[in-house]
Nanobody, 123 residues
Framework: QVQLVESGGGLVQAGGSLRLSCAAS????????MGWFRQITGKERESVGLISANGGFTYYADSVKGRFTISRDNAKNTVWLQMNSLKPEDTAVYFCAARTGIVSTRDRVYDYWGQGTQVTVSS
């Protein structure tokens, strides 16, 4: 069992930056692939950044490549999403998620989810 708690969301102007954190409790964090997803009201949840259990592989959605960076520290049981050059279209609720095995862009295969943190980017 893994519990995930996101933090770091908020209101920021376009062009600004935010750093989201996801703190995990429970066992064996280092064995879980982690992902950041976002959901805009009325739309499906989409993957934003994914990272393998050992941090050696990362994936980014085309819409955030070059602007967002996912990282993790298994000793601290934490995964981050650094978001730079934010745009109004990045406004969403951001969730972190964990699954055993390899990363996946499919949200339905993730076993554990945080409660989400709101990111609002004003123009």
């Amino acid at each position: 069992q893994v519990q995930l708690v996101e933090s770091g969301g908020g209101l920021v102007q376009a062009g600004g930056s935010l750093r989201l954190s996801c703190a995990a409790s429970g066992r064996s964090f280092s064995t879980y692939a982690m992902g950041w997803f976002r959901q805009i009201t009325g739309k499906e949840r989409e993957s934003v950044g994914l990272i393998s259990a050992n941090g050696g592989f990362t994936y980014y959605a085309d819409s955030v490549k070059g602007r967002f960076t996912i990282s993790r520290d298994n000793a601290k049981n934490t995964v981050w999403l650094q978001m730079n050059s934010l745009k109004p279209e990045d406004t969403a609720v951001y969730f972190c998620a964990a699954r055993t095995g390899i990363v996946s862009t499919r949200d339905r295969v993730y076993d554990y989810w945080g409660q989400g943190t709101q990111v609002t980017v004003s123009s």
